[in-house]
């Protein structure tokens, strides 16, 4: 696979991964235009004008977009994060260059008009009543306000009903014009490539991005608070605990790497540390996971135990008491050379399909990091047991975590 990066002259950043014999050929555009900055009782608009884009623009009616793709014999996607936004179309080799004309008039040239703003904002308003309903997202919503206010990354990707009210369409034009320009953006492209492809995509309407953004006044650093707290949640079965710890930011990889490691030692498989010791062996727990949330200003580990409600208390001593005692030994030679299997896997199984590929050479140089896709793989032999006790397995320190225990509303 061959993997060139450029720039255009208004500042666009241009990946290419040529695949050979790929089926598909996956068209993926990113912008710096996630929920982080949207403007205070704005929130959700980065996600609502997800939506919009999808509505027509000057020179597509609204719903051609999606027939002309599949005309193609291709497909389309979308994802609003906290830190950005990436679109993407899946189409056959021969059809990339119709693919990338149609996304980029799509997403540069939107029409947001008023009828269908107004239509869309309670398709919004609806997606938003529902989430809120979920227990699983209630949990996650308090965890990161809790830990996280003020950061814009305590708030919401969706929004709420009150701020989505609150969003017209000509605030929703302006969030386009500052944020959807040159050094905002980047379009990768992975699969079978066409010997032109860098005309194609020199001379496509990315040239056409304007220059200049508006400067945002987003805060360079997260907060994060320490602290406990218990809740009762409706339609909740069982009890959770939930713990969050404060990771590196999205550039610090080879830090985020040893963390992703030290997780897989602790819950991933039956033989790992805590899934062992508290779901195989003493039965107190149902299930756990670590999640890595990466993000550009400073990420969290979250920690999430399922278990019967009458465990709460002694699954959640023993968990701290297990962290607490990492660095002293508890993880062997044989756990670190399992995890690193592990995760290198899941590495190459992330990199499988064209569409893996082009999300992950897109974000990487959305956000600067212009290094090979593998460079995971050769950063894990870094990774030695006085490594993790000294840079990695303090940061799961209870002490340093705010921990919610939820349980059932009565």
Known sequence: MKVNHWSLPNGATCVVADIEQSTLTCIDFWCKGGSLYEMKDQEGMAHFLEHMIFKGSKNLKEGEFDLRIESLGGSSNAATGLDDVHYHVLVPPEKMEEGLKLILELLLFPKIEQDAFEMEK???????????????????????????????????????????????????????????????????????????????????????????????????????NKGYKKEKIPRLEGGRIL????????????????????????????????????????????????????????????????????????????????LKELNRGLITH??????????????????????????????QALWGRHQSILKSIDDISYWTTSRLNELIFPLFDPENAFTLIAEPEK
């Open 334 to 363: 044989k756990d670190l050379e399992r995890a690193k299997k592990l995760v290198i896997n899941n590495i190459y199984f992330g990199l499988e399909l064209s569409t893996q590929i082009a999300s992950a050479l897109g974000n």
């Open 122 to 224: 309670e398709v919004v308003l609806e997606e938003i009543a529902q989430n809120i309903e979920q227990p699983d997202e209630i949990i996650y919503m308090k965890l990161l306000k809790e830990c996280l206010t003020p950061h814009r990354y305590s708030k919401p990707i969706l929004g709420d009903e009150k701020t989505v009210k609150s969003i017209n369409s000509k605030q929703m034009k302006l969030f386009h014009k500052n944020h959807y320009v040159g050094k905002n953006c980047t379009l990768c492209i992975a699969g079978e490539l066409p010997k032109d492809i860098y005309s194609i995509i020199n001379n496509s309407k990315l040239k056409e991005l304007k220059t200049i953004a508006e400067e945002t006044n987003i805060s360079s650093k997260t907060t994060f």
């Open 243 to 322: 713990k969050a710890w404060k990771l590196h930011p999205a550039k610090e990889q080879v830090l985020i790497l040893g963390a992703e490691i030290a997780a897989t030692m602790l819950c991933d498989g039956k033989s790992s540390l805590i899934v062992k010791d508290l779901r195989e062996e003493k039965r107190i727990i149902e299930s756990i996971d670590i999640d890595l949330q990466i993000l550009e200003e400073g990420g969290l580990i979250l920690l999430d135990i399922s278990c019967p409600q009458e465990n709460l208390k002694i699954a959640e001593s023993e968990i701290n008491k297990i």
